[in-house]
């Protein structure tokens, strides 16, 4: 009886955005190592193992490192990791490699933190150990990452709930690579845009583009997989845009044309890319006079802590004490200051305190004078489906209730707040709240449905683009800059092959 397959794995997950000011260290990151990260483990990772697990192979698991959405990380603390996973890969010489990143991780050091690992491991091992990825679709999929992968693909929805089948499919096509069952080629096509808006795929121009790339893969029995990434918008490089990948069991002769036309598509629709959203005083009037859809849960969208924002907007909080005095309602504010004097002073004190305002550019502190309801450690796990059953940590957390009617959760890290435990597991019921705050543009709808009706609000921060806000150094995008109307280059990516373009058509 021959041996099964060894296949090395490991999670390196964060979103870094380079506009949030404070770097994310290592005391940010969960880490686990060892066995421990195959004990209940979520998303892309968990169908990457199960997978695998069910195929009988021998999985070899180093370390799930990760983070929520913040500021660029320590460049020193990735190189550790990156020389942990090396090291693995000397000691236990596996015989293929499968992990999860984000794709949109940038150091102090490097923008492009998943390029330099894959390079760095592709050196190493040579063309003839697989390693495959899966990625989120925001995802700053750059040329490093494509050129020394044997399998890049994304999950395909946003809100992100199919994650877990991306990573099933990732194991899947590993599987097929090991067996000789297929020799994978991923054909790219670049476009130079980014998405103003419009980014969930249920609907919209978005999910016109993934139905047409159904059909395109449903017609050819050789494509495996239609990977369509909207990037990050908060990366500044030369390779900023959106990109559609094609593999295949060898190349597939229409692959090129393929992704072309459908990078072509959203330079077509680019003016369809716009979101719907509600001014702060719209969307509090909404909420008054609308009692029987209450609660609500707000997309604080500029504030939006799973976009990398530092989580310190006080601009709902003032709304709602200044403009709507009966409104009740719960919102979170990354303030470790006053988070640490709340919990100082103890349950039951009344305390003021400036909160807020302590990291985005322009951003004010309010002052708030109100009741300790809550300490804690500010540890939780997520109920889901988006993450769930993954740990949280907020840091040390303290409750202010407010005018007898607004809850403050004062963190010392920023709070997932796109889920409902955030709030529940610090002692605040969602039950007779007109309002909850969720520091998230889209995936609060997947943990938050059912128990409350969500609205987007046109809020300021770092976590949401708008033409002319952020400065760009290196990136030439639409709508960001005035473009010509861009060639798309697709490009054949194999490892044992020339990554010399396959096709070059102009939209």
Known sequence: MSEPYRVLVARLYHESNRLNPEPTGETRFLVKRGQDILRSPSGVFKGLTGTLAAAGVAIEPIFSAGAPPSGLVDHEFYLRLREELLDAVRRIKPDAIGLELHGAMGTTGTPDAEGD??????????PNIPIGIGLDLHAHVTGRMLDNTDICIACKENPHSDTVECGQRVAELLIAQLD????????????????PGAQETASGPLAEIHAKAREYAASHPSIRDISIFNSFRFVDNDEMGQVVTILSDGLDSDAPALAVDLAKRFWTERDRF?????AVDELFELIQNSPEKRPFVIADMGDRVLAGAPGDSTILLSAALDNYPRIRGALTVTDPTAASRAAEAGVGASVTLPVGGGYTPGFTQRTITGRVEHVSDGEFVLDGPFHGGEHSSMGQTAVILVDERIHVL?????????????????????????????????HFTLNFAGRATPVLANTPGVGYYSKGQFKYAKSRFWPEHEI???????????????????SKVSV
């Open 410 to 442: 004062l963190t010392t890290s920023p709070a997932y707040s796109h889920d409902p435990a955030a709030y529940t597991s610090q002692g605040v019921k969602l039950e007779g709240l007109d309002f909850v705050v969720a520091k998230s543009g889209y």
């Open 180 to 195: 000789g069952r297929l020799s994978p080629v991923t054909v790219s096509a670049f476009l130079p845009m980014i998405l």
């Open 274 to 278: 716009e979101d719907d959203f509600l």
């Open 484 to 502: 010509p109307v861009p060639e798309i280059v697709a490009r054949q990516h194999s490892v044992r092959a020339s990554q010399n373009p396959v």
């Open 117 to 126: 690992l894959l390079q760095t491991l592709r050196h190493l091992v040579g």
